[in-house]
């Protein structure tokens, strides 16, 4: 009989039909009561196969006692709860690098979307407005200081697209890097102060949890621009909403949000800001690379081999 796996989320199809050949899958996000469906499922279920955002909790790993295996579609781990799987000595695996190139693309994309006003120029010349009038000016991007909260595999990737932006470049994490030619902030409210841009590309999770906090939007300041491809929890988005509708930050691009995809509706109402559906590593190709790495870890697992990416 083939391992019996509980999806959290729709995969896309060309994943979804390997993974019915070599696996019962129980399709969670169509059971009408998922308390009952994983009760009647529990006994059976040796591996989750998750995304990014929606993750394994606690509660859920708890109900699974014969769970051996998380897989995530996904390189961001922090709704998983690591912690209940180290405690049952539960792998866990994610999707690296096969995405780094496209959520910096992404970031670079949205700069320059909201900075040089790409989406509302798009607008302004469907509905005919230009025939009436001129787009209102918009902010230069070379030639200005780019601040990367989150200097990992990504952030990383970000600068080095950045490199050829002529913009001066700067960087916050717990530790410098010994490689990096740009400045180190070890305060993410010195870098807000310091940069015209700044972009958070920060690991979810607790200890990141509201970082983008009112201090630090304060003191990005009125000619200052956000752009976040993280997690929603990174940024305090009541401070956010706050400081984007009176102006006390020039404007945001946001790839990630709170209770996606319920966002929060103010975003919608606010003409400084460009919006995207969580989609930095929304890609055919890379979408199809992450898919190939669930998989991957899911049959090592389950023919006794070593994990390919196991999360440490
Ligand atoms: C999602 C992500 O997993 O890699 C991450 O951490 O958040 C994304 O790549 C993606 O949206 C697929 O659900």
Same mark, same amino acid.
């Given at each position: 009989a083939s391992p019996h796996v509980l999806m959290m989320g729709a995969y896309p199809e060309w994943d979804m039909v390997p993974m019915r050949e070599s696996y019962t899958l129980h399709r969670l996000w169509e059971a009408p009561d998922r308390q009952a469906f994983i009760a009647a499922h529990a006994q059976e279920i040796r591996a989750i196969a998750t995304r990014g955002e929606l993750g394994a909790s606690a509660e859920l790993i708890a109900a699974l006692p014969k769970l051996e295996?998380?897989?995530?579609?996904? +390189?961001?781990? =922090?709704?998983?709860?690591?912690?209940?799987? $180290?405690?049952r000595g539960i792998r866990v695996t994610n999707t690296p690098d096969v995405l780094n190139g496209d959520v910096a693309d992404l970031a670079v994309g949205?700069?320059?979307?909201?900075? %040089? $006003?790409?989406?509302?120029? =798009?607008?302004?010349? @469907? /509905?005919?407005?230009w025939a009436k009038g001129a787009l209102p000016l918009a902010t230069r991007v070379f030639g200005q200081r780019v601040g990367i909260a989150g200097f990992g %595999?990504?952030?990383?990737?970000?600068a080095r @697209?950045?490199?050829?932006?002529d913009v001066e470049l700067g960087y916050f994490s717990r530790t410098p890097k010994a490689d990096s030619p740009h400045r180190h902030f070890a305060s993410l409210s010195a870098m807000a102060d310091w940069c015209d841009v700044l972009i958070v590309?920060?690991?979810?999770? *607790?200890? #990141?949890?509201?970082?983008?906090?009112?201090?630090?939007? $304060?003191?990005?300041?009125?000619?200052?621009?956000?752009?976040? +491809? /993280? $997690?929603? #929890? #990174?940024?305090? *988005?009541g401070a956010l909403l706050q400081?984007?509708?009176? %102006?006390?930050?020039?404007?945001?691009?946001? =790839? +990630?949000?709170?209770?996606?995809?319920?966002?929060?509706?103010?975003f919608a109402a606010l003409d400084n800001v460009v919006l995207t559906p969580h989609h930095g590593s929304g890609t055919e190709q890379t979408r199809r690379a992450m898919g190939e790495l669930v998989r991957r870890n899911l049959?090592?697992?389950?023919?006794?081999?070593?994990?390919?990416?196991?999360v440490a």
């Open positions: 295996l998380v897989s995530c579609y996904g +390189v961001g781990t =922090d709704a998983i709860d690591l912690a209940a799987c $180290r405690a949205l700069m320059l979307a909201v900075q %040089r $006003r790409i989406p509302a120029g =798009d607008a302004f010349v @469907r /509905s005919g407005a %595999r990504i952030g990383g990737t970000i @697209r950045l490199s050829g932006f590309i920060l690991p979810g999770g *607790e200890a #990141t949890r509201g970082i983008v906090n009112a201090e630090v939007l $304060r003191a990005l300041g009125p000619k200052g621009w956000l752009v976040n +491809v /993280s $997690r929603g #929890t #990174t940024v305090d *988005e400081a984007l509708e009176a %102006r006390e930050i020039a404007g945001a691009a946001l =790839d +990630v949000f709170l209770n996606e995809p319920g966002i929060d509706p103010r049959e090592a697992h389950f023919a006794g081999l070593p994990l390919i990416t196991p």
